[in-house]
């Protein structure tokens, strides 16, 4: 068999895997999401439910990853062969298509703002404008197609060279310029006048807010945050060795990922409130709201800049694992090279985003279909199959390489077994709105 790559250690799977986590959903959602669920109160909840549920989740990924060293499809074929198991690998393969093909339209989007920064377009214009700035590029579609060409582009480039030469150094330098950028964004933020507004939009805890549908909020975020439900950490877990300390490394992520989205509010919603803008959610946040905000700031030029370089690189760590996912399954199964894998997949990805970029009810389509479907019944499939389908011995025995407490090992059992399994039907059946 080709050889398959490997992380160069536990520093640059961690870094890794925190990339995929930390994306466009820790900018636009999560504050946004806290904000209207009662501030600190739902921080206090949201950090409950990843290390209750995600973290559990990430586990179980990472551990079926590393102990059968192959693509989501592969593993489950390995574990219980000719077994309908597969079928969450299949479900996998096929979510990291359809996401990859709006998230990096998306991700278009997010360069052609950096464009627009690098080139002066937001200073001095009015709300108006800066609104027809967004309906300029929704209309012209073929701007949104070169975009969505750059950002596969590179994420074809970073996957085709290898998972240690591309992808660990990828994100070993994008993710730590994330943080600097994000620091340098906070101090900045935090001196505005608006400050005092948001952070208390952000900070007042609501007790009263927090009834049963913020905690399901809460738990649905907390698995689309932490990339969950289609393989993804399990293909990353599959490029490690068994020293690496899996219980240590998806703690990192976790908080990591956490960190991002609070310090992320605590730059977007000084701003909104500064100009008396409306918060809200989603795309509009990014393209629409805040550049009203760049436009008047007094230093809106590098401001601007740094926050769309700072949501680029969030956005395309996150793409290359999307990638991954799709290459390993035919790196592994069909045995093509990473080069014409990250190459042939890249480019139909490419070609499958376009509806997404030619229309925005296409695009919230796939999105739908993703994360109300798709990740949730893979997330339910892999706990379920983690915690009653794998024995106690085969679970103890890769959670115990690298790993020594017994005690920690209990405790993932029940989650897994019992929390978790009902937490993902519970946000399932909330996202069908069927309470
Ligand atoms: N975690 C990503 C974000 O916060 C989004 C995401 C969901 C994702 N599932 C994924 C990214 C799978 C990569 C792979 O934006």
Redesign the pocket.
Known sequence: MLSRGNWSGTVGFILASMG????????W??PYITGQYGGAAFILLYIGCVLAVGIPIMLAEFLIGRKTQRNPVGAFRTLRPGSPWVVIGWLGVL??FV??SY?AVVGGWVLHYVYLALTHSFAGKSPEQITALFVDMNTHSWLQIFWLGIFMLLSIVIVSRGVASGIEIGNRIMIPLLFVLLLGLLFYALQTDGAATGLEFLLRPQWHKLGPIAVLEALGQA????????G?MLTYGSYLSRQTNLVRSACFVGIG?ILVAILAGFVVFPLVFNFGLQPSTGPGLIFRTLPIAFAQLPAGYPVALAFFVLLSF??LT??I??LE?VCAYFVDEQGWSRKKASWTLGIVIFVLGIPSALGEQFLDFMDGL??NYL?PIGALLIAVFTGWVLTREERKEEFGAGEISAFRFVCWSFLIRYVSPVAVILIFLHQLQLF
Not at 20 to 27: F, I, P, T
């Open positions: 995929s986590a930390v994306g466009l959903g820790n900018v959602r999560f979510s990291g996401i990859l998230y698995l689309f945050s932490l990339s969950l439900g289609m993804t990922d969030a956005a996150s793409a694992s999307l996912v993703a994360t990740l």
